[in-house]
């Protein structure tokens, strides 16, 4: 079995024409993010039906079990691919990566701080990443070109301050 990563350009290419099928098959583009608030509301719901009477929530249960919606679909494919993937290709292994002097306790607690505040900021901008870039993108929309502009503006900005944590790993 190769072991060597698909080649980027190739990647691009099927990622853009999955892009394209799922607008032609779904209507809607391939965010992520709307997954986790469908299936944060629905087990709210589950828990306290009332919660379908909450404004922000409505919008997530107006057509029955959020569960079954394309993005919830989508994502749950995504993990079994990348699963799949990580298997034929023998690089699946459990591991916590993590720079020189974290605890593997303390890289989980920053992990899922910054996990939330990732999804919170997701649902203020009305989308995530790959929401923002591909679909919006894709549809040509000012902002999300604004968005992505900043993103990858930002990331080589504040890059240096963070690539010496991670050039000794534990």
């Known amino acids: ?41 629905q087990a709210a719901y589950t ?22 919606n394309w993005t919830v679909i989508e994502v749950i494919g995504i993990f079994i691919g990348g699963l799949l993937s990580a298997l034929l290709a023998r690089r699946f292994k459990f591991e916590v990566t993590r720079a020189k002097g974290y605890s593997i306790v303390k890289r989980f607690i920053f992990a899922f701080i910054g996990g939330i505040l990732v999804a919170v900021a997701t649902r203020f901008a009305r989308g995530c990443t790959s929401g923002q870039a591909l679909d919006g993108a894709a549809t040509f929309s000012v902002g999300a070109w604004i968005f992505m502009l900043a993103a990858f503006g930002a990331g080589f900005l504040v890059a240096f301050l963070f690539k010496k944590q991670w050039k000794e790993v534990e």
């Open 1 to 41: 079995m190769n072991n060597k990563y698909i080649n980027p350009i190739g990647a691009g290419v099927i990622l853009g024409i999955a892009l394209f099928i799922s607008f032609i098959v779904a209507g809607q583009g391939m965010g992520a993010s709307g997954a986790f608030a469908r299936a944060t509301a």
């Open 47 to 68: 828990i306290d039906p009332e919660f379908a009477k909450n404004a922000y929530a409505a919008k997530y249960l107006k057509h029955g079990d959020a569960l079954t």
